[in-house]
């Protein structure tokens, strides 16, 4: 049987993010945010996350900036990291889940580096990767029939959606209507081999995901 481990990135967004928390409770539904730090100093904003832990919805940190790939960016995961955490506070899951930007969904050395890669087995963090991305920011209105292919490639799909005010979440109760339709399960956890760091401890090739520049301090 098919699984699907739904999770969110890049919000919160007052005008969105709750019409997405409304469906996925109609669906009786739990999911993961990932949300941008900076975000959060609009209120609006934070009760969405508020309200998201409320509903039995699992948080974390997807940078304070979503600028560019951290393996871009050697020497930032202090301001891009470790500020969000700070800002999250008692939001943030117990396991402090962390998702790299991807630069458009697509996995590689750009997502960490190695000062990054530090500060996540420092401070215990565990990284939440990928294997879906159905590209909803960029096809608002086609996503579905891409994130339908995709779970059809695997038995347990890790899928990256936004709730952001492109329009595609207006297509997220068709889309879960469909899944449900077709007997998958969707579960809240993570599949392993999304997961290449632990609680701090790294569990799979960490090179695949770090790029090798180092800042100069870090030399």
Request: proline share 8%; glycine share 8%.
């Amino acid at each position: 049987m098919k699984q699907l481990t739904l999770s969110f990135d890049n919000g919160p967004d007052p005008a969105v993010t709750p019409l997405v928390l409304d469906t996925l409770a109609r669906r009786d539904i739990r999911s993961t945010f990932f949300v941008i730090g900076n975000k959060l100093a609009d209120p609006a904003a934070r009760a969405c996350t508020e309200r998201a832990v409320a509903e039995g919805h699992w948080i974390g940190n997807h940078t304070w900036t979503h600028s560019s790939p951290l393996g871009e960016r050697p020497g930032c995961a202090a301001a891009e990291i470790a500020r969000t955490q700070d800002e999250l506070g008692t939001l943030t899951h117990q396991s402090r889940w962390f998702r790299p930007m991807g630069g458009g969904g697509t996995i590689g050395p750009h997502l960490l580096s190695p000062d990054a890669v530090r500060l996540l087995e420092q401070e215990a963090y565990s990284c939440v990767l990928w294997n879906a991305v159905p590209r909803d920011w960029a096809e608002p209105e086609a996503w579905v029939e891409t994130a339908l292919a995709q779970i059809d490639q695997q038995d347990w799909t890790l899928m990256v959606l936004h709730d952001l005010p492109t329009g595609a979440m207006d297509h997220l109760d068709a889309f879960l209507g469909r899944i449900m339709d077709r007997g998958i399960t969707i579960r809240q956890d993570f599949l392993p081999d999304c997961v290449p760091i632990l609680a701090g401890s790294i569990i799979a090739p960490i090179h695949r995901f770090t790029s090798p520049i180092e800042t100069p301090q870090a030399r």
